[in-house]
């Protein structure tokens, strides 16, 4: 018995060894490939998975593919779509059951991916099982550029779980998110909504365009006002760039957004004696959003405001303060007549004294 299994032992290193001489690569395990894929980008993998369905499968198992573009959308034909855009393929899969976005298979597909634009938009009615699915595929996705645009959020539709979670457990300080969101949800909706945004991460764009069920620009109503004071300076200080819908603000924190703009800084071209070019690590802001006219009016006509009034003149002859200017800082708030409202917009001039808001950098942290 002894000798049988010396016998067999033999037999399996010499067929072992005859397969090595053949294929020296198909002899490694998997934890070694997983290794060395693990090293490679996405790009660089892309090759080795075409060559047979083991380096596929464990591509796939590794994660990370690189997609330039990412798009979620319901359809019109009640079917929900996801495309992916990446350099050597493309995937496109429609369904009407959402179970089929919650294959083994689509999780890896997205596992760890990189997409430099994620769009998520809706052109139907959609479900919180499907959002929850949409979720769970995209958890460990990273972005660039987010767009979520939903049309028409219904009562009992859960877009801040869903939207809370595109944000969460994410480096943002390089991307940048639009939301585009037409509610018809009860003001407890709006709550919780406000608090989605006053634990904003920080990250470098940040544009929000907010439609209630009753939109009015002519007369504000508390309900159509997602954004309070609060609301407004967590944002300023979580982005370099904001471009907002209409807040219920009060002069106090307008004036506090104003200060937090001031203690930014411009992003200055250097040039060393080397005659190479860097940029500075620092950032200015600019932020516009519109608030009730009489916030701004009672801003404005404070006899304590210690920044210069720049004034314009009506048609009947009377004057009336167009824009304040911190000459310190170099910074401005400039605001523009909307119906009711105000269009208010914070941000700097450059010490040639150009108005920086088109050209300004607004990357955050070291470059």
């Known amino acids: 018995c002894d000798r049988t299994s010396a016998l067999h032992s033999t037999m399996d290193k010499l067929s072992f060894q005859e397969k090595y001489e053949k294929d020296p690569i198909s002899t490694l395990p998997d934890e070694v490939w997983m290794k060395i894929f693990g090293n490679l980008t996405s790009t660089h993998r892309f090759p080795l998975g075409t060559t047979c369905k083991r380096f596929?499968?464990?591509?796939?198992?590794?994660?990370?593919?690189?997609?330039?573009?990412?798009?979620?959308?319901w359809l019109s034909r009640d079917e929900l779509g996801v495309l992916a855009y990446a350099k050597h393929a493309e995937y496109k899969i429609f369904s009407a059951d959402p179970a089929k976005f919650s294959t083994y298979r689509m999780r890896r597909l997205f596992r760890k991916a990189k997409a430099h634009w994620l769009e998520i938009k809706n052109l139907r009615d959609?479900?919180?099982?499907?959002?929850?699915?949409?979720?769970?595929?995209?958890?460990?996705?990273?972005?660039?550029?987010?767009?979520l645009h939903f049309k028409d959020?219904?009562?009992?539709l859960d877009v801040c779980s869903f939207i809370t979670s595109l944000l969460k457990d994410r480096n943002l300080e390089r991307s940048q998110i639009r939301l585009s969101l037409n509610s018809r949800c009860s003001a407890t909706e709006f709550t919780r909504m406000r608090a989605v945004l006053k634990n904003l991460p920080k990250v470098d764009?940040?544009?929000?365009?907010?439609?209630?069920?009753?939109?009015?620009?002519?007369?504000?109503?508390?309900?159509?006002?997602?954004?309070?004071?609060?609301?407004?300076?967590?944002?300023?200080?979580?982005?370099?760039?904001a471009e907002l819908e209409k807040g219920n603000c009060s002069a106090q924190g307008i004036l506090r957004a104003f200060e937090i703009c001031n203690d930014s800084c411009i992003s200055v071209l250097?040039?060393?004696?080397?005659?190479?070019?860097?940029?500075?690590?620092?950032?200015?802001?600019?932020?516009?959003?519109?608030?009730?006219?009489?916030?701004?009016?009672?801003?404005?006509?404070?006899?304590?405001?210690?920044f210069k009034k720049l004034e314009e003149e009506n048609v009947d002859g009377s004057t009336f303060v167009k824009e304040i200017f911190d000459t310190t800082t170099r910074s401005s708030m400039e605001v523009e007549e909307c119906h009711s409202f105000y269009r208010v917009e914070m941000y700097k001039y450059d010490n040639d004294g150009q108005d920086i808001r088109n050209t300004i950098n607004w990357t955050s942290g070291a470059l």
């Open 270 to 306: 250097i040039i060393n004696e080397l005659q190479t070019f860097r940029l500075s690590q620092t950032s200015a802001k600019f932020v516009s959003f519109y608030v009730p006219k009489p916030a701004i009016d009672g801003l404005f006509s404070d006899p304590n405001l210690e």
């Open 126 to 147: 959609q479900s919180n099982d499907e959002l929850e699915v949409i979720s769970t595929l995209l958890k460990t996705t990273t972005y660039k550029k987010l767009n």
């Open 56 to 73: 596929r499968e464990l591509d796939l198992e590794v994660g990370g593919t690189e997609y330039s573009r990412i798009a979620v959308k």
């Open 153 to 156: 959020i219904q009562h009992g």
């Open 205 to 241: 764009k940040f544009n929000m365009e907010w439609t209630a069920r009753n939109p009015s620009m002519r007369r504000v109503l508390p309900e159509e006002c997602v954004m309070d004071d609060e609301t407004l300076l967590h944002i300023i200080t979580h982005t370099n760039h």
